[in-house]
Nanobody
Framework: QVQLVESGGGLVQAGGSLRLSCAAS????????MGWFRQAPGKEREFVAA????????YYADSVKGRFTISRDNAKNTVFLQMNSLKPEDTAVYYC????????????WGQGTQVTVSS
């Protein structure tokens, strides 16, 4: 059974930082893209960032470019999202995703982790 388990969410003041982690189990995603999506209350789920299987290519939503950094450790089947200069509009549930292509989501989702940025 494939599982993606996120961690690292929480409450932070505007301008602060958080680092999200997503550990995959049940299969290896070393040949697949992995990424992050988010969903704010009353809004649709949106793409945040993705990284290619090799880590050589990264993709970001315009709203997070320059503030967020995605990376992966294939040996640990884990993907990370370093979030700096957080803004209240970054408040959302963040979901890990695997198996997609570039900015398109794949079939595998985590349960989500809440990120709340206070002003």
């Amino acid at each position: 059974q494939v599982q993606l388990v996120e961690s690292g969410g929480g409450l932070v003041q505007a301008g602060g930082s958080l680092r999200l982690s997503c550990a995959a189990s049940g299969r290896t995603f070393s040949k697949n893209a992995m990424g992050w999506f988010r969903q704010a209350p009353g809004k649709e789920r949106e793409f945040v960032a993705a990284v290619s299987w090799s880590g050589g290519s990264t993709y970001y939503a315009d709203s997070v470019k320059g503030r967020f950094t995605i990376s992966r450790d294939n040996a640990k089947n884990t993907v990370f999202l370093q979030m700096n200069s957080l803004k209240p509009e970054d408040t959302a549930v963040y979901y890990c995703n695997a198996g997609g292509i570039a900015t398109l989501s794949g079939d595998y989702w985590g349960q989500g982790t809440q990120v709340t940025v206070s002003s």
